[in-house]
């Protein structure tokens, strides 16, 4: 299922999915974050070397908080988070962690689009198995926001409304 092709397919399902369920006023469906298997638990704990070659390891963030996004090259929405998610990180430098999980095959597309994009954030190349400890990432974009005590606390799928996910970043922010 890694294949780019399988990813692609579960994006355009996943995009019609959205396309098709009712949309609440801030932008998700009313009940997504309470239907989705991995909020409110234990974020599990990962160790992957970045593009850098530096280890990214979850647990070593304890005390911010994390945005844990998995995405790809060739997903459009991705495209257009990450952006502001190297905004936020510079934003809100020592308080918040962005960590970007590629789910593309190769490196090369990767490291090319974190330098047309300027993301100043570790990127780790990811997997099937880690998709699944964080119960099955089938469509892309998927992020996750996991407080400074590790626990996973909002998690968004597909196209996303980054003004309500930079709310709850700042809910979840610790006091400076």
């Not at 390891?57 to 495209?79: D, H, M, Q, S």
């Not at 990432?137 to 996750?144: A, I």
Request: net charge positive.
């Amino acid at each position: 299922m890694r294949s780019g092709g399988g990813y692609r397919a579960a994006g355009v399902i996943l995009a019609a999915g959205i396309a098709l369920s009712p949309v609440s006023a801030s932008g998700l469906s009313g009940d997504a974050v309470a239907r989705t298997p991995a909020a409110q638990r234990a974020a599990p704990d990962f160790s992957r070397i970045d593009l850098d070659r530096r280890e990214v390891r979850l647990e070593a963030y304890r005390g911010k908080v994390v945005l844990l996004n998995f995405w790809a090259t060739w997903c459009e929405p991705c495209i257009a988070e990450v952006p502001r998610f190297a905004e936020w990180q510079r934003k809100y430098a020592g308080r918040l962690q962005v960590i970007g999980v590629s789910m593309d095959d190769e490196e090369a597309p990767v490291r090319a689009a974190c330098r047309k994009y300027g993301l100043n954030y570790p990127v780790v190349m990811g997997d099937e198995k880690l998709g699944e400890q964080y119960g099955r990432v089938l469509g892309l974009p998927m992020t996750f926001l996991i407080d400074p005590a590790g626990k996973i606390r909002y998690q968004h799928e597909g196209a996303t409304d980054l003004e309500v996910m930079e709310r709850e970043i700042r809910k979840l922010l610790p006091r400076s």
